[in-house]
């Protein structure tokens, strides 16, 4: 589950991490009361930014300086309710509906600092880089020797060590006036992330860029911006993350998938799939690839799957207007066949499917479950194999 910057500044703040001071406005009114608050604390000049689920908004257009309080309620009119096309929205976009006002910090150094879960090495991994700002992924590919990997033991935790190292690699320790209050700044920003990373579950969490700013007259170190990644698995755990939900900045149809528990991904494709158990959805979809077509979908109804589920499963499936054929491929063990051959009956006779399905069953109860596809009266096609299945999806669609 993903948050919106403003959200992850706040969690920011539980764990003592400096960031710029600011306000989420909706409506002018509110974006003229977060000019009014900095005012109040000093501050002359803003930084009006564009919140959405997707990095890149600078570049969009969905982040502007501006000099004085007229130019920020302008800024504000002309990205609030705007489309923001970035490299990670797709040409499609998202519409902005919130904006974040914040004090402008001019930057005196950039950098780049995250945690990320490291499913290759077992353990959380630290993610730091010498240069930091919107084209870090530009720099991880050209200039490898710019950042740094350090793999945490979940142990022994974070040390010191760790600090220090990259406090040098970083080449703060070359600020020689500042260069005390950089480190004991890195270490509550390291320390901080680290900690919130475990307490909160999260799957990300970074901070790009990470800035030393001019301060009362010192070098200290803050966290210009904020994003935060949850695993989702653990949401149960806590209710107040999962009250920073925005389901408006979801896939409607993943959303709605969710409410039956069921895995869902919308993709690019044309053919829908059906499938129980993650290992056999993606064996589904390379192999529908392997014919010819694209998947519409990734969509594993689990091993437990009600005809409730699976009704809802197909409903989903056949709301995507690309969506030319459904490739139906169960292999039940706990699954049972006949319970997904009424889902799938039920579904067809409740939205009236007009397009080929192509239905594949092997496993418990998969005699009783053909029976009840021939008898149904539906125009299902049934399929002996996952091979044969894929090949007669592909073929019925062309």
Known sequence: MNIHEHQAKELFAEYSIPTPR?????????????????????????????????????????VKLAADAAAAEEHFNNIMGMTLVTHQTGPVGKEVKRVWVEEATPPLQEMYLSFVLDRANDCVSCL????????????AEESPEKMLKMPINFSSGWQPFHTR????????????????????DLSVILSGLYTAFLH????????????????????????????VNFDSNALAKHKDILAMRDLSEEDPA???????????????????????????????????????????????????????????????????????????????GIMKCDVIAEGVIQAAKDVGIKMPLVVRLEGTNVAKGKELLKNSGLAIITAESMSDGAQKIVEATR
């Open 22 to 62: 600011g306000k989420v406005a909706r409506t002018l009114a509110e974006a003229k009361g977060a000019v009014e608050y900095l005012n109040s604390l000093g501050v002359k000049k803003y930084v009006v930014k564009a919140q959405i689920h997707a990095g890149g908004r600078g570049k969009g257009g969905g």
């Open 128 to 139: 730091v880089a010498s240069e930091g700002g919107m084209d870090i992924e530009e720099l």
């Open 165 to 184: 190292k990259i406090f040098y690699f970083l080449g703060l320790d070359k600020n020689k006036e500042f260069s005390k209050i950089l480190f004991k």
């Open 200 to 227: 909160k579950d999260c799957s990300l969490i970074e901070i790009n860029p990470l800035a030393a700013i001019e301060r009362d007259g010192q070098h200290r170190l803050i966290a210009m911006d904020a994003k």
């Open 254 to 332: 993943e959303v709605e998938a969710s409410k039956y528990d069921l895995n869902f991904i919308a993709l690019d494709g044309t053919i829908g799939c059906m499938v129980n158990g993650a290992g056999l959805a993606m064996a589904t979809m390379d192999i529908v690839k392997f014919y010819g077509a694209e998947p519409a979908n990734f969509l594993d109804v689990g091993g437990g799957a009600t005809t409730e589920k699976v009704t809802a499963a197909l409903k989903i499936i056949l709301k995507d207007p690309k969506v030319k054929g459904i490739f139906v491929n169960i292999f039940g």
